[in-house]
């Protein structure tokens, strides 16, 4: 399967959600997966699969930012990712920067970190873990 195709307007955080303000190290888009980068001042950036710093999942963009801007994240509850999610499916993120892919997807070598179960075809449950152990 591929990447769910986000469309960044249509992302966003259900009732109950935890949400939280950081600082964007690069170019964010609404509905990218994101991690915290350690070397670049706890700035944070697209996350992806292929590498394991990169894929240790903070949360998933609420908004678009810049680099140096304010970036809006959500760490918990229920998020509509901003494109079709297929129901009872577990989603990981992807070796495509800041994708969000089916759990199958995941490749050899890569970080699978654990995002969420989907709930209905516009919402997962976000049950972020992260394992930072290479795929078999």
């Keep these: 399967m591929a990447d769910i ?8 955080a259900y009732d109950g ?4 303000v950081v600082t964007a190290a690069t170019t964010v888009t609404a509905g990218q997966l ?3 980068d350690t070397t670049d001042s706890n700035k944070y950036r697209p ?12 949360g998933i963009a609420l908004t678009n930012s810049s680099d140096g ?3 809006i994240i959500q760490n918990g509850g229920d998020v509509n990712p901003g494109g079709t999610v297929a129901v009872g499916q577990w989603y990981t993120a992807s070796s495509n920067a800041g994708g969000i892919a089916v759990e199958s997807d995941v490749a050899s070598g890569n970080y699978p970190s654990l995002f969420g179960l ?6 997962i449950h976000m049950v972020i873990s992260n394992t930072s152990t290479a795929h078999a």
Excluded at 17 to 20: E, F, G, I, L, M
């Design 5 to 12: 195709t986000v469309t960044a307007a249509n992302v966003r």
């Design 17 to 20: 959600a935890s949400t939280k």
């Design 34 to 36: 994101v991690y915290m």
């Design 47 to 58: 996350a992806e699969s292929d590498a394991a710093a990169a894929a240790i999942i903070a």
């Design 69 to 71: 801007d304010p970036l």
């Design 118 to 123: 989907g709930l209905t075809t516009s919402k």
